[in-house]
């Protein structure tokens, strides 16, 4: 069974930096299309990046210099390390895998909640 | 940027009902659409992908269609459990969201 398992968030200061992990389960991480989506509160859905299986990366604009996605193949897990963080980048952090080459997400995990605030 | 319109915003609705709704992009995306539905709380859960291509496990009352810059989501007959909000997104390069639109009673 495919299962995505968001942890890391939590309260961040602005300017302050955090690391969320998204496990993956009953699939490999590097052979599939990895994303970060968010959803600040109560707000529509954002991309924020992806992370192909040749390992080439992609961001959004607004977090371009201050995000990095990376892998993990020995824990099969995906990261989004998260530094200068802001107030406007609260939200819930979801890791989406891209279904083939579809351009869509088949599999979605809870989600995981960063709040950037002093 | 392709930037993406979705209509209505809100929708009110009775079981049963035929339900429709639109997307449309700024440009050509040919047929790379998909269309989610989520819960509050939950998420998103793709529905259709390649514009109209049913995902495994999705009840047949939902149906895409279009290509180009206009597409469509149809529920035919609206279930207790469709009462949601429906996002549409596209895939260029990048992946955009549409703003959404509430389905509900």
């Known amino acids: 069974e495919v299962q995505l398992v968001e942890s890391g968030g939590g309260l961040i200061q602005p300017g302050g930096s955090l690391r969320l992990s998204c496990a993956a389960s009953?699939?490999?991480?590097?052979?599939?299309?990895m994303n970060w989506v968010r959803q600040a509160p109560g707000k529509g859905l954002e991309w924020v990046s992806v992370?192909?299986?040749?390992?080439?990366?992609y961001y959004i604009d607004s977090v371009k210099g201050r995000f990095t996605i990376s892998r993990d193949n020995s824990k099969n897990t995906l990261y989004l390390q998260m530094n200068s963080l802001r107030a406007e980048d609260t939200a819930v952090y979801y890791c989406?895998?891209?279904?083939?080459?579809?351009?869509?997400?088949?599999?979605w995990g809870q989600g995981t909640l960063l709040t950037v605030s002093s | 940027d392709i930037q993406m319109t979705q209509s209505p915003s809100t929708l009110s609705a009775s079981i049963g009902d035929r339900v429709t709704i639109t997307c449309r992009a700024s440009?050509?995306?040919?047929?790379?659409l998909a269309w989610y539905q989520q819960k509050p709380g939950k998420p998103p859960k793709l529905l259709i992908y390649?514009?109209?291509d049913l995902q495994s496990g999705v009840p047949s009352r939902f149906s895409g269609s279009g290509s180009g810059t206009e597409f469509t989501l149809t529920i035919s007959s609206l279930q207790p459990d469709d009462f949601a909000t429906y996002f549409c997104?596209?895939?260029?390069?990048?992946?955009?969201f549409g703003p959404g639109t509430k389905v509900d009673i």
């Open positions: 989406a895998r891209e279904k083939g080459s579809t351009g869509a997400f088949d599999y």
């Open positions: 009953g699939f490999t991480v590097t052979n599939n299309y």
């Open positions: 992370i192909y299986s040749d390992g080439s990366t």
């Open positions: 440009q050509s995306i040919r047929n790379w």
């Open positions: 390649k514009a109209s």
């Open positions: 997104q596209l895939y260029n390069t990048y992946f955009t």
